[in-house]
């Protein structure tokens, strides 16, 4: 039996939204956020050393890593499904392509814009806090910002070619880079800027299977 180790407003809203288009019977197992420091709960580490969600059982297995968990559900359980494109066709090209980008080239700058934001707010003495906030900015405006924009202008138009990530057709790279996506457009001045994207994420969020594995999940800010 598959499990589900669900960490809520994480990662791993991605992969319960892909069991339900899966249709495979399947236990989540949910985990509350630390409410002063927003990890995840020490419980995570005697599933995984790292303690991080997504993680995934089934049959003895255990998974990490949102990609690794997603290729494995599409391989054993998805290929009648439709969204297992050809070996060697485009389409599988562009699967394996932002199932990489989105981890692999997207969410650092992500998170980098994010913790920059936060050094800015963050407590610390009086007198540190207009230099800190000077470097701050400065490299949110010369260096973070500029490749958050411009990451997303190139999904933007690929998305403006595409139904979905690789084509017609729903495939692993679209429930990687959901979260990614929902992240970015939580800015909600981003959305006006990116109608690709925007109409993209309104598709995802129309469906049935992500509909039910929002009510199944808890808490998640990005929907």
């Known amino acids: ?33 630390d409410p002063k420091t927003n990890l995840a709960p020490d419980e995570l580490k005697a599933i995984h050393p790292l303690g991080k969600s997504p993680l995934l059982t089934d049959g003895g297995k255990t998974l990490a890593e949102s990609a690794v968990i997603i290729n494995y559900l599409m391989t054993t359980y998805g290929q009648d499904k439709g969204m297992v494109p050809e070996v060697g066709s485009k389409a599988a090209n562009q699967a394996e392509y932002w199932l990489h980008f989105a981890e692999g080239s997207m969410m650092p700058y992500l998170v980098m814009s994010l913790v920059f934001q936060k050094v800015k707010t963050a407590p610390m003495p009086f007198f540190i806090r207009p230099i800190a906030k000077g470097i701050a900015d400065q490299v949110m405006k010369s260096f973070v910002s500029p490749n958050v924009e411009n990451t997303l202008r190139f999904v933007n138009e690929h998305l403006s070619q595409h139904t ?54 808890g808490p998640y800010d990005y929907a």
């Open 1 to 33: 039996m598959i499990t589900l180790h669900h960490l809520e407003n994480s990662r791993s809203q991605r992969i319960l939204w892909l069991l339900e288009e899966l249709g495979v019977e399947y236990d989540i197992k949910l985990y509350k956020r």
């Open 164 to 217: 979905w990530f690789a084509g017609d057709e729903l495939s692993a790279a679209d429930f990687q880079m959901i979260f990614p996506l929902e992240a970015a457009l939580s800015r909600a001045e981003l959305a006006k800027s990116l109608p690709a994207i925007a109409s993209f994420v309104d598709r995802v969020h129309a469906r049935p299977a992500y509909q039910t594995a929002l009510k199944k999940g």
